[in-house]
């Protein structure tokens, strides 16, 4: 399938050439030099960082959560770089990356697939911002349709505009790997996309840069482009196509394209449609239109949005294939540990994602039905896979109310799991749901728990579940929660007996 050859028309004038990859040389270092610098930014260093700290100034941050990426735009600071500043003030400033992937489409030429810069670093007015060169080897390395063409990045101006922003905000040192798309063959961008997907997570950032829709009339680009960024946060990428089309279909006036950088967009939505866990975030929105010497009547959009991830939750997060791999972990895990006080090595590499986020978790052993050790932990600093051996092995042999599960035995036990959310404090009882919430009751040195499976199984009334956690598990007394400091969690709950 291709897209519509409308987004092979040019932000810039240029000619189109065909270029299929070459290969890497092995020992030349040539860094990329300065192009956009003088034409869409200021080159003079010093009135550069005044103007980023002018355009941060007038950004507001968000504060999300677990920004993975951002959609920013690459025209003129002074028509963009409101909304481009916007875009970068919602990641953490002070985070380190691994790597920061920046992703634009061709306005030079036309590639057989995309080029990621091998040879050298990026040069900017600001001094020098580092390739990972490793890594840029080895994705070109891992698939055919990724390459290295130098012409590609020397007059490209859409990454190079990303970075002096970069390089303004962010406090701690960071390496790049800057991508050019030159393909608008949705089966090579659906093919790079799964070979950068494993790079889309928390210790990366990845650039999208884009402009939106090109020269149509002011209201007419404020429809359109608000119809590209909804299409956008649909996280799906036949609706962007979709949208696209239908932008083009209604005939704006002058309207030449959606989005420059449509394929860059389309990779990262390639990337996304299967995790639910993410969401877009639209941040701002301007065209060149609103600057006090824009031509309304032939303007280009620009919109920022970021990608945020939900922190992982013991409500939603985990899958049927998840739930089963942790049972089949723990069953596992305590079968080395009683037959040759071993615990057996896990192949991260198996795992999904949600397994090695860290997460309390309490595993319970249940014999005919009747309760035979129970031990869990509220606060981990490790992946929950581990913290599920541990303490699986901890509720077959540490559990003080029972004996050391035997090996013999464990065939007629059934293991149950329970991951929990964080602790938090309340302040009423009333906000205590039985059922949903599990309670952890501490005064001094004395604490005790109830998951919130307890009150289900044992049919008690909230007293009666706040009284017999105070007695029979912190030792306080059955009326000691009343001036005690109590919090709530939940849990997603899930046994053998299930599957």
Same mark, same amino acid.
């Given at each position: 399938?291709?897209?519509?050859?409308?987004?092979?028309?040019?932000?810039?004038?240029?000619?189109?050439?065909?270029?299929?990859?070459?290969?890497?040389?092995?020992?030349?270092?040539?860094?990329?030099?300065?192009?956009?610098?003088?034409?869409?930014?200021?080159?003079?260093?010093?009135?550069?960082?005044?103007?980023?700290?002018?355009?941060?100034?007038?950004?507001?941050?968000?504060?999300?959560?677990?920004?993975?990426?951002?959609?920013?735009?690459?025209?003129?600071?002074?028509?963009?770089?409101?909304?481009?500043?916007?875009?970068?003030?919602?990641?953490?400033?002070?985070?380190?990356?691994?790597?920061?992937?920046?992703?634009?489409?061709?306005?030079?030429?036309?590639?057989?697939?995309?080029?990621?810069?091998?040879?050298?670093?990026?040069?900017?007015?600001?001094?020098?911002?580092?390739?990972?060169?490793?890594?840029?080897?080895?994705?070109?390395?891992?698939?055919?349709?990724?390459?290295?063409?130098?012409?590609?990045?020397?007059?490209?101006?859409?990454?190079?505009?990303?970075?002096? /922003?970069?390089?303004?905000?962010?406090?701690?040192?960071?390496?790049?790997?800057?991508?050019?798309?030159?393909?608008?063959?949705?089966?090579?961008?659906?093919?790079?996309?799964?070979?950068?997907?494993?790079?889309?997570?928390?210790?990366?950032?990845?650039? +999208?840069?884009?402009? /939106?829709?090109?020269?149509?009339?002011?209201?007419?680009?404020?429809?359109?482009?608000?119809?590209?960024?909804?299409?956008?946060?649909?996280?799906?990428?036949?609706?962007?196509?979709?949208?696209?089309?239908?932008?083009?279909?209604?005939?704006?006036?002058?309207?030449?394209?959606?989005?420059?950088?449509?394929?860059?967009?389309?990779?990262? !939505?390639?990337?996304?449609?299967?995790?639910?866990?993410?969401?877009?975030?639209?941040?701002?929105?301007?065209?060149?239109?609103?600057?006090?010497?824009?031509?309304?009547?032939?303007?280009?959009?620009?919109?920022?949005?970021?990608?945020?991830?939900?922190?992982?939750?013991?409500?939603?997060?985990?899958?049927?294939?998840?739930?089963?791999?942790?049972?089949?972990?723990?069953?596992?895990? +305590?079968?080395?540990?009683?037959?040759?006080?071993?615990?057996?090595?896990?192949?991260?590499?198996? !795992?999904?994602?949600?397994?090695?986020?860290?997460?309390?978790?309490?595993?319970?052993?249940?014999?005919?039905?009747?309760?035979?050790?129970?031990?869990?932990?509220?606060?981990?600093?490790?992946? !929950?896979?581990?913290?599920?051996?541990?303490?699986? +092995?901890?509720?077959?042999?540490?559990?003080?109310?029972?004996?050391?599960?035997?090996?013999?035995?464990?065939?007629?036990?059934?293991?149950?799991?329970?991951? !929990?959310?964080?602790?938090?404090?309340?302040?009423?009882?009333?906000?205590?749901?039985?059922?949903?919430?599990?309670?952890?009751?501490?005064?001094?040195?004395?604490?005790?728990? /109830?998951?919130?499976?307890?009150?289900?199984?044992?049919?008690?009334?909230?007293?009666?579940?706040?009284?017999?956690?105070?007695?029979?598990?912190?030792? +306080?007394?059955?009326?000691?929660?009343?001036?005690?400091?109590?919090?709530?969690?939940?849990?997603?709950?899930?046994?053998?007996?299930?599957?």
């Amino acid at each position: 399938m291709k897209i519509s050859s409308k987004i092979k028309i040019l932000c810039l004038t240029a000619a189109l050439i065909w270029f299929s990859g070459i290969s890497v040389p092995a020992q030349t270092i040539t860094d990329r030099q300065p192009y956009a610098a003088g034409k869409f930014y200021t080159a003079d260093s010093s009135q550069l960082e005044k103007n980023l700290a002018y355009l941060f100034g007038k950004t507001k941050s968000r504060h999300l959560d677990k920004v993975l990426a951002v959609i920013s735009p690459h025209a003129g600071y002074v028509y963009s770089g409101e909304v481009a500043a916007t875009a970068f003030g919602q990641i953490d400033p002070e985070k380190e990356y691994d790597n920061i992937f920046l992703i634009g489409s061709s306005h030079t030429m036309y590639l057989d697939g995309a080029s990621i810069y091998a040879i050298g670093n990026y040069i900017t007015p600001l001094g020098k911002v580092e390739v990972n060169t490793e890594l840029a080897r080895k994705l070109i390395n891992e698939n055919k349709n990724i390459s290295f063409v130098e012409q590609a990045h020397t007059s490209e101006h859409s990454l190079e505009n990303q970075l002096p /922003f970069l390089q303004y905000y962010l406090k701690k040192p960071f390496r790049i790997v800057p991508i050019i798309i030159g393909t608008d063959d949705t089966k090579k961008l659906q093919s790079i996309a799964k070979t950068l997907k494993p790079y889309l997570n928390d210790k990366n950032l990845f650039v +999208i840069s884009s402009d /939106f829709s090109h020269y149509p009339l002011y209201p007419d680009a404020q429809k359109a482009d608000s119809a590209t960024a909804k299409s956008i946060v649909s996280n799906n990428p036949d609706t962007f196509l979709k949208g696209i089309k239908k932008n083009a279909s209604l005939h704006y006036p002058g309207l030449v394209t959606s989005a420059c950088g449509q394929t860059s967009i389309l990779t990262l !939505l390639y990337m996304t449609q299967n995790m639910p866990d993410v969401s877009y975030v639209p941040l701002k929105y301007m065209n060149s239109g609103d600057v006090s010497f824009g031509d309304k009547s032939r303007v280009v959009g620009y919109f920022a949005l970021a990608l945020t991830q939900k922190a992982a939750s013991a409500e939603d997060f985990l899958t049927e294939d998840d739930k089963k791999q942790l049972l089949h972990i723990a069953r596992q895990t +305590i079968e080395e540990y009683l037959a040759r006080q071993q615990i057996p090595d896990v192949d991260e590499n198996t !795992l999904s994602e949600n397994l090695k986020v860290h997460n309390g978790a309490f595993v319970t052993l249940n014999k005919y039905g009747n309760l035979r050790g129970c031990i869990g932990r509220f606060v981990a600093d490790e992946a !929950l896979y581990k913290v599920v051996q541990q303490m699986a +092995i901890a509720a077959a042999t540490q559990d003080y109310r029972f004996t050391t599960v035997t090996l013999k035995e464990l065939k007629n036990i059934d293991l149950e799991i329970s991951v !929990l959310t964080p602790l938090k404090k309340i302040s009423s009882v009333d906000e205590i749901k039985l059922g949903r919430d599990g309670i952890y009751i501490m005064k001094g040195s004395h604490s005790g728990t /109830f998951l919130p499976q307890v009150a289900d199984e044992t049919g008690w009334t909230k007293t009666e579940f706040l009284g017999h956690c105070a007695q029979d598990k912190a030792g +306080i007394g059955w009326d000691g929660w009343k001036d005690a400091d109590i919090y709530t969690y939940r849990a997603i709950v899930f046994s053998e007996d299930e599957f």
